[in-house]
């Protein structure tokens, strides 16, 4: 109850099967560093995964999520602006997206 300095319900490090990835990349990992896949900042303020588990910044993930469009070679996620590009600013990769398009 608090005297392993976490405060919360939820202190155990044990991983419960029933935490999303979401909850559990909330929680601060002080020695392990991520970098986005898509813009490269190493500080967010939540860690967010693709549907392959591929670490995005909260920018990027919400980006992601929203449009539903990435580089199919270096991951970069267009912003608003660039979304109708033809290829990725990045690398000159094409952009994907993870939506069926109607026949």
Known sequence: NGTNGTNGTNGSSNGSSKIADTDVSAVPHHNIQRECASCATKKTPLWRDAE???P???ACGI???????????????PRKEEKSALSCMSCGGTFVSRRVSPV
């Open 56 to 58: 995005l910044c909260n």
């Open 63 to 77: 980006r992601y999520k929203k449009y539903h469009v990435r580089c199919g070679r270096c991951w970069y996620i």
């Open 52 to 54: 392959d588990g591929t």
